[in-house]
């Protein structure tokens, strides 16, 4: 009761980013951040609260319900089932302390279906699995059927002094130089569209910048839908991916209660080096890079090296191109991780959609994208 009541407190606080093991975009935070975490608006941790107070009042009775013994003992059993489930086949990401809530569940479940047993109360039976399993029929339906909660937010963001820009090349900033189509975000952000890493045809109407991490897995949700963005409208959008590694041993900026992501920098110079020495294979090896579970940088290597034409040297690993992009990355993740509220927050990957219009985190459904971006760039759909 008092784990599912604390897991209810940080959530509803917006703190479930700094508990231990749930980092932004850990997989304790994937799932305590995803659609399942909620019953109609509802935290299922509110949920979870209420039947460990209901057992811990009945605890106390003289007169013990073998019936309601029977139905909390089946809906605990079933809700760490149904949840277990989720997490390994739905999210692919696992919450330890929702692990441990779900054992404690599971714990009490055994008590109370040896407390009914001892009693040898069989006509408790039959009605008090049928008042658990039309509880959990409930929970599933709600969460499978019911409507979908916010999973990102949006934002104006203006960043009017961006240094150099517009100056002679040497001293242009990292994203704004090269030959060809310059574009503007943020109402002072200068991006190269040609000369940075990109998927999609360059010289398209639309262009996206995204800023994503290959150690998170949202930002891997939000590339299979940018994917589907660029197959559903078909030389309309060129996506500018700059990697902004959840890692303080290559971004000072991201917060100090955030979990360093392992590999993080190592991936995204991989990704730089790559895109610089072969173009043409960067969307073969960005897809490489977002493989679960996340691969060291020699299993990376080995999964990117059919992918190129000859093998990345050690030169080209250390161009120093390469920090110069990560370092402007890491600044521009500084100046943009804030609301209109003027409140910060680092929820990953960050996507510019126009003008001055960004999405924190990734939306909870394709069709959502789709919409912001037909709105955006008034697109009528296919």
Not at 4 to 18: A, C, D, F, H, V
Not at 310 to 321: C, G, V
Request: net charge neutral; proline share 7%; aromatic share 10%.
């Amino acid at each position: 009761m008092i784990l599912s009541g604390w897991l209810l407190s940080q959530k509803l606080t917006g703190s479930i980013t700094y508990l231990a093991g749930c980092g932004s975009g850990s997989g304790c935070a994937g799932v305590l951040g995803s659609r399942w975490s909620q019953w109609f608006y509802l935290p299922v941790t509110a949920l979870s609260l209420g039947l460990y107070a209901l057992l811990f009042a009945v605890s106390f009775s003289r007169r013990r319900s073998a019936v309601l013994s029977l139905a909390l003992a089946t809906c605990f059993t079933g809700a760490a089932i149904w949840f277990a489930v989720v997490q390994a086949f739905v999210l692919h990401s696992f919450c330890p302390w929702c692990l441990a809530a779900h054992l404690l569940g599971i714990g009490a479940a055994v008590i109370l279906f040896r407390s009914v047993a001892w009693k040898d109360d069989s006509k408790a039976v039959k009605p008090g699995l049928l008042v658990g399993l039309a509880g959990l029929v409930v929970l599933v339906a709600g969460q499978v059927f019911g409507p979908v909660p916010q999973s990102h937010v949006e934002s104006r963001v203006v960043l009017s002094n961006e240094p150099n820009a517009g100056k002679p090349e040497v001293t242009k900033p990292v994203h704004e130089r090269g030959e060809g189509r310059v574009v503007t975000f943020l109402e002072g952000k200068r991006y190269n569209v040609a000369g940075l890493p990109h998927l999609g045809d360059p010289g398209a109407p639309h262009v996206l910048v995204e800023y994503y991490d290959y150690t998170c897995d949202y930002c891997r949700d939000q590339h299979q839908d940018l994917k589907a963005v660029l197959e559903k409208y078909p030389g309309k959008f060129c996506i500018i991916v700059l990697p902004c590694p959840i890692s303080r041993e290559c971004n000072p900026h991201v917060p100090a209660p955030v979990e360093n992501h392992k590999y993080a920098c190592e991936l995204a110079r991989l990704a730089l080096a790559c895109w610089k020495v072969e173009p043409s294979a960067f969307p073969s090896v960005h897809e490489a890079l977002y493989a679960r579970p996340v691969l060291d940088l020699a299993q990376t290597m080995e999964a990117i090296k059919p992918l190129l034409s000859k093998p990345l040297s050690q030169e080209a690993l250390a161009d120093p191109w390469i920090n110069e992009v990560l370092a402007a990355d890491a600044a521009d993740y500084k100046r943009i991780n804030v609301t209109n509220s003027g409140e910060l927050n680092y929820m990953m990957p960050k996507l510019l959609v126009g003008g001055t219009r960004m999405l924190h985190g990734v939306t909870n459904s394709r069709e959502v994208l789709f919409k912001a971006l037909e709105h955006e760039f008034k697109i009528a759909q296919p």
